[in-house]
């Protein structure tokens, strides 16, 4: 049996930027994710670029990169009933909220759950729910810095080794990510806990999960803690080797010797191959302590092999010998590698307002029995709001006499009968 | 916690693939390293190496063959406490041997997940294809995690973290203008790739609560990462206009939304560094607003070069960059970096020291206070601070040390209790297993 795995899920994202990549996942794991956004619209949908540099809700890629495969609903009084009861509906309610906001909107944990005790409740934040920053402000960049990524990443000092350059954060927003992709591993493990007979903590019931972006990035910096404690002396930042192929592409061309013999057994052999090994043939070089003494030797073999190849032929040379190399590419390069082409990686959505099909990134695992979902695209401004409201049980706010809370008061009735409704059918598929 | 009562027999190795384990340990699974004295992972052997109490080793650096064979143990290797907390068990045993190769598909039978970051077709080689386990695990969840994934005409290429963020264009995102790319220093793909790693896991085992029926789910770690360029891959495509372009990528600069002033920002030193040491402090200051702007004004004294037109809107600031950035400089050349981070958020600038691990160690209150890290051991290591899932979850919380609450296991530790619990060897049949190197 196939179908995605998160197929009748229902996620509500109140979420600004840092967490819309989190419902992205969701959804691409086949969950219904509802984003609620105010009359103006989220705030990603004034962030550029833009298609053709138009200013437009619709037309921001910061929002599209994000926001494919979710619904949008705009709601006007965002905290008011239509919003709790959608909240009475839904599996999961992802926000990021501070603490003091949410419980200003009645979306604290605790009113929420009173509303929906099956209800997990997902706060991404720049520092959690607590502690003596959690009221700080923060964006990716600053979240880059204190999570120590940028101290590790940068160019080399001078020859006083006083850097004349700034440690370096990449782009792409990548705290915003790594705390969304930590978001929806909290979410996917609190599913289970609440829905599996398995999970051995029987309650049915929801939670709240408080993730604090900077501790999120704070933990992804490998060896670094490790390496303090052991020497007391922090890494200094300096871009990892490359060589230069006869494009002027660079390839980055690690030589794990530490693997075992068999690694350097491998390279020679592809340099003879090339006819460069030059002095690297010297019986000595096989001792690990002589070639690490005599690692320039080693170094210009490998430039006079860049230099027969370019960039793309150096990286699979490197392979060829069953080395980690790879060339360095620039994000749209990589949508012509024939590998990811042939796993069905990149897909085409789209769009037709603009009539244009856009490829977007794929899925980030292929799992046949349960699917990823591509599309569709991003949502337009408000497209959903009548659609959702009627399948989650939410009359229309136009169509209920007085709008407001009479049709908040409708709406109670229908989502709780919906809810049952579900349960039958959790029932059937057991 | 969230995964009690689940078990993963995990054959993962290095970083990639042990990430995901940790995660599914720290929130509760039964984490059984499948392990070999004969091979141990590399990276329980790579330096630095965790000193004797009182000592120090050797930093990082180049890690080569001949600083690996000086490897006194293999439970020492430092970076292996990174990747292996989550109360994770190590058993040996020799898959090589009839017996070793029974034992593990007797341990299929009794497990619901089966994780593996070997290259593809390692374990088919074993004779532990994901069919074989199928007979002795109808429902099994298999999920692999080799760098370029089980097909595909490049399946048989290998990556280390540099490797695949060069591939997928992560490499070429941390740079300054007008330079080749700085790149990442570390394996930021052994995370991510480890975190995508755990999504499908856990899709996995939802999937089965659904259907009643296991999967192999084939994790790369290329294909996690070709969503983290965001809208700079769309903008690419969409408008054609190459990320291989001059004055891209931008460094600290950001202009979706437009940061200005945004980036580092020297600072004084810390009282006591060395020269070398003071010379490198620096904060990220980060004003997208009006208001941000308008209170950092106010914190650095109002100075009257603030108020000249060429910074007076967000667009102003982003095109007299360089001017403005070294004019704050000058502010944030004056103060601590710790005492600059707290008086503009006090003002509700954002900003942040840029911290390395030392900070994050012995500087950083907040991860102090949320209980960032756990001390933990193991009967050859002393306690360390170690990390787990950063996460909190309210009735199911986490634990770094997993469901049994224990530091990063030593090489073997849980073989002969593993076994006697999980398949009832008695004492006379592990001595026997032992004796014929069967448990090696």
């Known amino acids: 049996m196939t179908g995605p ?77 239509t919003l709790q009861m959608l909240s009475r509906s839904a599996d999961v309610l992802l926000h990021t909220m501070p603490a003091s906001e949410a419980v200003a909107k009645n979306l604290d944990f605790a009113s929420l759950s009173a509303l929906n005790p099956r ?9 959690g729910q607590n502690g003596p920053w959690a009221e700080y402000e923060a964006d990716d960049l600053v979240l880059m810095a204190l999570g120590g990524s940028m101290a590790a990443c940068g160019y080399r000092p001078g020859p006083d080794l006083i850097y004349d350059t700034p440690p370096l954060a990449s782009m792409g927003d990548q705290a915003y990510r790594t705390a969304s992709t930590y978001a ?35 933990s992804m910096t490998e060896w670094h803690l490790l390496s303090y404690l052991c020497s007391g002396d922090v890494y200094r930042r300096a871009p990892h080797p490359s060589l230069t192929a006869n494009d002027g592409r660079r390839v980055a061309a ?59 032929g150096l990286y699979r040379q490197g392979q060829s010998a069953g080395l980690p190399w790879g060339v360095i590419r620039s994000p749209d390069e990589v949508v012509a590698d024939p590998h990811l082409a042939a796993r069905g990686h990149f897909v085409e959505i789209e769009h037709p307002e603009l009539e244009m099909t856009v490829t977007y990134p794929g899925a980030p695992f292929v799992a046949r029995s349960s699917p990823w979902v591509a599309g569709p695209r991003p949502p337009l401004l408000g497209e959903h709001t009548e659609v959702v409201l009627a399948d ?12 407001g809370i009479a049709a908040a008061a409708n709406g109670g009735s229908a989502a709780a009968g919906n809810r049952e409704d579900e349960a039958d059918d959790e029932e059937a598929r057991k | ?22 995660i599914c340990g720290c929130l509760g699974a039964e984490v059984i390293r499948v392990e070999s004295t004969i091979r141990p992972d590399p990276i329980r052997v790579m330096p630095p190496f965790l000193p004797d109490p009182g000592e120090r080793s050797t930093g990082f650096g180049s890690a080569t063959l001949a600083d690996t064979s000086g490897a006194k143990t293999a439970n020492r290797g430092a970076v292996f406490y990174k990747y292996n907390t989550g109360g994770k068990k190590s058993i040996t045993i020799d898959a090589s041997k009839p017996k070793g190769l029974a034992l593990l598909k007797q341990l299929v039978a009794v497990s619901d997940v089966v994780t593996e970051s070997f290259a593809a077709g390692t374990l088919n080689r074993w004779g532990l294809s994901y069919d074989e386990m199928r007979k002795h695990r109808h429902d099994v969840i298999y999920v692999s995690m080799c760098g370029f994934g089980h097909d595909g005409p490049d399946s048989s290429h290998v990556t280390m973290g540099p490797t695949a963020q060069a591939l997928t264009g992560l490499t070429f995102l941390v740079g300054m203008p007008g330079r080749s790319p700085a790149g990442w220093t570390f394996s930021y793909l052994d995370h991510v790739g480890g975190y995508l790693g755990a999504v499908a896991i856990l899709t996995g085992l939802i999937h089965r609560s659904k259907t009643g029926q296991g999967q192999h789910l084939d994790v790369s770690q290329l294909e996690p990462a070709t969503a983290l360029s965001g809208a700079i891959l769309l903008d690419a495509l969409v408008n054609n206009r190459p990320a291989r372009r001059d004055g891209f990528p931008t460094g600290n600069r950001r202009d979706h939304p437009a940061s200005a002033p945004g980036g580092a920002y020297r600072t004084a030193p810390d009282p006591g560094d060395s020269a070398l040491s003071g010379s490198d402090r620096w904060i990220v200051i980060s004003c997208r607003t009006e208001l941000h702007w308008q209170s950092l004004k106010k914190v650095i004294g109002s100075p009257a070069w603030a108020d000249e037109t060429r910074f007076a809107t967000v667009a102003d600031r982003s095109a007299n960059a360089d001017a403005l950035d070294a004019l704050l400089e000058e502010w944030t050349l004056r103060h601590e970096r710790y005492e600059a981070m707290n ?86 049949e592990l001595r026997v297993l032992h004796d014929e190197r069967v448990l090696a």
């Not at chain 2, 916690?1 to 940790?22: E, H, K, S, V, Y």
């Open chain 1, 5 to 81: 795995a998160l197929a009748g899920l229902r996620v509500l994202e109140l979420a600004d930027e840092s967490a819309e990549y989190c419902g992205r996942l969701l959804a691409g794991l086949g969950a219904d994710v509802v984003k609620v956004e105010s009359s103006s619209g989220a705030a990603s949908r004034s962030f550029g670029p833009f298609v053709e540099d138009i200013p437009d809700p619709s037309r921001s890629l910061s929002f599209w990169a994000d926001n494919l495969g979710k619904r949008s609903v705009v709601l006007d009084e965002p905290d008011g009933e």
């Open chain 2, 343 to 428: 008086v503009l958020q006090a003002a509700r600038v954002p900003a942040g020291v840029v911290q390395d691990a030392a900070d994050r160690l012995e500087r950083d209150p907040q991860l102090a206070a949320r209980g960032h890290f756990t001390m933990l051991g193991n009967p050859d290591v002393e306690p360390l601070p170690l990390e787990g899932v950063p996460f909190r979850m309210s009735r199911t919380p986490p634990d770094t040390g997993g469901a049994i609450h224990r530091g990063p296991p030593l090489l073997g530790q849980d073989t002969d209790k593993a076994l006697s619990d999980l398949l009832g060897l008695d004492p006379d």
């Open chain 1, 119 to 127: 209800l997990i409740v997902c706060a991404v934040t720049p520092f």
């Open chain 2, 1 to 22: 916690m969230a995964l009690r009562g689940l078990r993963i027999l995990d054959f993962t190795r290095l970083g990639f693939g042990a990430q995901a384990t940790l």
């Open chain 1, 184 to 218: 929806a591993i909290g979410i996917l493990a609190a599913l289970w806990a609440r829905d599996s007979e398995d999970s051995g903590v029987s309650s049915g019931g929801g939670q709240l999960i408080d993730v604090s972006a900077h501790e999120c990035s704070a």
């Open chain 1, 392 to 403: 989650w049980g939410v009359p229309n706010a136009e169509s209920a006499d007085g709008g």
């Open chain 1, 254 to 312: 690690l030589v794990p010797d530490f693997l075992g013999s068999h690694v350097f057994e491998n390279l020679l052999a592809m340099l003879e191959r090339n006819d460069v090994a030059g002095p690297l043939t010297d019986p000595q070089f096989k001792d690990p302590g002589y070639r690490a003494a005599n690692y320039s030797e080693l170094w210009q073999a490998l430039k006079r092999l860049a230099a027969l190849h370019d960039g793309e």
